[in-house]
């Protein structure tokens, strides 16, 4: 007996088998998430990450980066236009090759000093509508707003107060920031001292007709100048239609100054479209193209998406333009901002490109 080994059974065979092969399958999917996991996160954007304060994205200068000794350049292995460095890259152009000129996402500068207070005119002045939705914007977590105090400046706090302080600014934590200052006369801008310690100003001016509307323009631009607190002023415009070519640009160079950074937003009538449902076209305040007419209305709720989100971002900064929706499908804006959103891009990511390189394309 002494020299008998005793060999396994097969069913001990087969449950080291299976063990074996269990093991590997479960080392193999692992592997697999941990590959899925990574690629997902190279290539998610949040909203939180759309903006960055500043650009942090730098890569290594060509001339620092040495070749290992053993490097031998076959110098026709160029081709005929030479170094790649060498070489003049032109982006696609997006009326022909929309795909190809689309680029994956990056995050977008944002402005560095918007926090402090700020303060919201023009707004709460009827019972058909709350007119919450610019707060909200202003207030919202994974944005570039981080304001301590955003004030309501009304012609009426009392009827104000029943508009904005809902069950809903009590879970958005608006309540906390929210405050109201009321207009000396009902219509009336604010003035200097009522601007004292604010840092943005956001007034909204509603047009059409008998509404001298690049009177109101310069009177918000003087005042703006005059309070020293302010660093930004936007202006969104609606119904702008009888602003022609010249008074545009009259009222948007009353806006120039060292001391502030405007932006100056002009829409044609008010419709009630849902946010971000239309594309749209973004030409230039002031100039021939720069106009609006009666019959191109614009969304409310989008106007004030962009006039919040220029604010925020460092290229809405000393820009005044216009926004028309675009009915036509083939029309490159409509291509254009439809591959954004089939992307991936946010709605801060969008608007920045539209505000930077889209105008490009129909501006004059």
């Avoid at 160029?78 to 795909?99: F, L, S, Y």
């Avoid at 689309?102 to 926090?115: G, H, T």
Wanted: hydrophobic fraction near 40%; glycine fraction near 6%; include cysteine.
């Amino acid at each position: 007996n002494i020299g008998l080994i005793h060999k396994p059974s097969h069913r001990v065979k087969a449950n080291n088998t299976e063990a074996l092969r269990r093991l590997f399958d479960f080392t193999k999917k692992m592997k697999f998430l941990k590959a899925a996991t990574a690629v997902i996160a190279a290539l998610v954007v949040t909203p939180a990450s759309a903006f960055t304060v500043s650009p942090t994205a730098f890569v290594q200068s060509s001339s620092t980066r040495h070749s290992s000794p053993r490097t031998i350049l076959h110098i026709s292995s160029w081709g005929d236009d030479g170094p790649r460095g060498n070489q003049v890259v032109e982006e696609a152009d997006p009326e022909t090759k929309i795909q190809a000129y689309l680029k994956q996402p990056q995050p977008v500068e944002a402005r560095s000093n918007l926090d402090g207070t700020c303060l919201v005119s023009g707004l709460v002045k009827t019972k058909e509508r709350t007119d919450q939705t610019i707060f909200d914007l202003l207030n919202l977590e994974d944005s570039a707003f981080k304001f301590d105090k955003i004030v309501a400046f009304v012609d009426d706090v009392k009827f104000a107060k029943k508009r904005l302080l809902s069950r809903h600014a009590r879970y958005t934590g608006l309540l906390d920031r929210l405050d109201f200052s009321e207009a000396i006369a009902a219509g009336a801008l604010p003035t200097v001292e009522q601007l004292d310690g604010v840092k943005s100003w956001v007034a909204v001016v509603s047009g059409g007709e008998g509404v001298d509307i690049v009177s109101e323009l310069t009177q918000i631009s003087g005042t703006a100048k005059a309070a020293t607190s302010i660093e930004n002023v936007a202006v969104l415009v609606t119904d702008a239609t009888s602003l022609d070519e010249a008074a545009a640009k009259a009222a948007v160079e009353s806006f120039a100054s060292d001391s502030l950074s405007f932006t100056v937003i002009a829409t044609g009538p008010i419709n009630e479209k849902v946010e971000g449902s239309m594309p749209y076209m973004i030409s230039e305040l002031g100039t021939a193209n720069g106009t609006v007419s009666a019959e191109q209305s614009f969304s409310r709720d989008e106007g004030l998406r962009m006039i919040t989100t220029a604010l925020a971002l460092e290229s809405g900064k000393n820009k005044a333009m216009t926004f028309t929706e675009v009915t036509d499908v083939n029309q490159t804006e409509t291509k254009l901002v439809r591959g954004l959103r089939e992307c991936g891009f946010t709605r801060p990511q969008e608007i920045e490109h539209m505000i930077s390189k889209g105008p490009e394309v129909r501006m004059t």
